[in-house]
């Protein structure tokens, strides 16, 4: 069936450090691919998606592009910030159901 | 633009009992889809309601069931319930629906099962 693997950390980053959280799908057809974000004491919220293959997402200075020959939807920033400590989920968008990766704790130091 | 509102936030039960979960999403918005969220699973899918009907549903027992109401309300009803039901239960409202739609997604309800 569907699903999603996304490394699960928990990854700690010094400030101004790159990130990258690793995201890659099983799917049949081509879902849309999002990366959704939970801040300490909030709910999810959308960061960036994607709709169709080599389409790339951006917001806040986070970056994914939609790798079709890879299945890989990976999440990269240049430069943390200690408010992007968060927790951060890879989800694929279907006909039938929204799959969720298992999430990745990310922690920025300053 | 008022977002996504579940009740209760908090709720105690015991095994057996059965609970009903109330979720109000975005005004216009016409589908709610509705998930648990468990240290262990994660994030899962448990169905969506789209205009009143129900349109997915995930990998879950007869004993979770919901319904939608013509102001696109949705309620989630969980039956019998079972220790392993203790979970953060998260809605989200979209325009259109789970495929490509941003989803809006409330607090949550934390169910405790004892």
């Known amino acids: 069936g569907d699903s999603v693997t996304q490394m699960e950390g928990p990854v700690t980053l010094s400030e101004e450090a790159f990130l990258t959280i690793n995201c890659t799908y099983t799917?049949?057809?081509?879902?849309?691919l999002f990366w959704y974000v939970q801040y300490p004491g909030e709910g999810l919220q959308l960061l960036l998606k994607?709709?169709?293959?080599?389409d790339k997402g951006s917001n806040k200075g986070f970056e994914a592009t939609y790798r079709k020959e890879t299945t890989s939807f990976h999440l990269e920033k240049g430069s943390v910030q200690v408010s992007d400590s968060a927790v951060y989920f890879c989800?694929?968008?279907?006909?039938?159901?929204?799959?969720f990766g298992k999430g990745t704790k990310l922690t920025v130091n300053p | 633009k008022a977002g996504v509102t579940q009740t209760p936030r908090y709720l105690i039960k015991t095994r057996g009992q059965q609970v009903t979960l109330s979720c109000s999403p975005i005004?216009?918005?016409?589908?709610v889809s509705w998930y648990q969220q468990t240290p262990g699973q994660g994030l899962q899918f448990l169905f969506e309601y789209f205009s009143e009907t129900q349109r997915n549903k995930g990998n879950f027992p007869g004993r979770f069931s919901g319904r939608q109401f013509s102001n696109s309300r949705s309620e989630m009803n969980v039956s019998t319930l079972e220790l392993g039901d203790s979970a953060l239960y998260l809605c989200?409202?979209?325009?259109?629906?789970?495929?490509?739609?941003?989803?809006?997604f409330g607090p949550g309800t934390r169910l405790t099962v004892l």
């Open positions: 994607a709709t169709k293959a080599d």
């Open positions: 989800v694929q968008g279907g006909s039938e159901k929204l799959v």
């Open positions: 989200a409202s979209s325009l259109q629906g789970i495929r490509t739609d941003t989803q809006y």
């Open positions: 799917a049949t057809g081509y879902p849309s």
């Open positions: 005004s216009g918005h016409r589908s």
